[in-house]
């Protein structure tokens, strides 16, 4: 039984020692970008809430949260927009920092992509979107060589920082999510509560 016993411990302490060296962190070994950062959720409710305030105040852009990720901020927007029968003036968007992922959640349009942007014309540094949404950037006349994509409902967009982008027809109308993707955090970050109180009250206007 003494032998059992004694034998059990030294078992107890080998495990105890083999759990803490693969434990133990090695300090060589890569390490989180964002350490010890939560994760975040946003219920359906909320993004609902967010299609509604752009159908009910004739919204087109809107933010629902800005994250700190690490070495990046990410953020979720809700975009809508109206039937478009011929694009306006100028209306090619290119940021210089921010990159965008579109999910097509409903409705139709022709998109028009590419980085060559005929006649840059600099967005002013006081707009909205520019403050709050997607850092500085250009607006041009139209894009030389450009990728044009039929959009409908499930399909996505990638679009890199530098990248103009142009709806040229809008069928009736077209909603989707917008992932935006900021290295360098030209766009301030926006919380849960921050959320709700945009949502409380009708949106400020530029």
């Not at 219920?43 to 159908?55: F, V």
């Not at 994250?67 to 927007?77: F, L, P, Q, R, T």
Request: aromatic share 6%; glycine share 6%.
């Amino acid at each position: 039984m003494k032998n059992f016993v004694l034998g059990l411990v030294v078992a107890t302490g080998v495990m105890t020692v083999l759990v803490a060296q693969t434990t133990k962190i090695n300090p060589t070994d890569p390490q989180p970008t964002c350490n010890m950062c939560p994760a975040t959720y946003i219920p359906a409710e909320e993004l609902q809430a967010y299609t509604k305030k752009a159908i009910e105040e004739k919204l087109v852009d809107q933010q629902v949260r800005s994250i700190d990720i690490g070495k990046s901020n990410v953020a979720i927007g809700v975009e809508y927009r109206t039937k478009l029968d011929k694009p306006g003036a100028n209306s090619v968007a290119e940021h210089d920092h921010v990159s965008e992922v579109y999910r097509i959640l409903d409705g139709s349009a022709t998109l028009v992509l590419g980085p060559d942007i005929v006649n840059r014309q600099r967005r002013p540094a006081t707009q909205r979107t520019v403050v709050e949404y997607n850092g500085p950037g250009n607006n041009g006349e139209s894009i030389r060589n450009p990728l044009t994509v039929n959009l409908k409902a499930g399909d996505m967009v990638v679009i890199p920082a530098g990248t103009g982008h142009w709806f040229t027809k809008i069928d009736d109308h077209i909603s989707y999510f917008m992932v935006r993707i900021d290295p360098d955090k030209v766009a301030p970050l926006k919380s849960e509560a921050q959320s709700k109180a945009y949502l409380s009250k009708p949106a400020p206007r530029d």
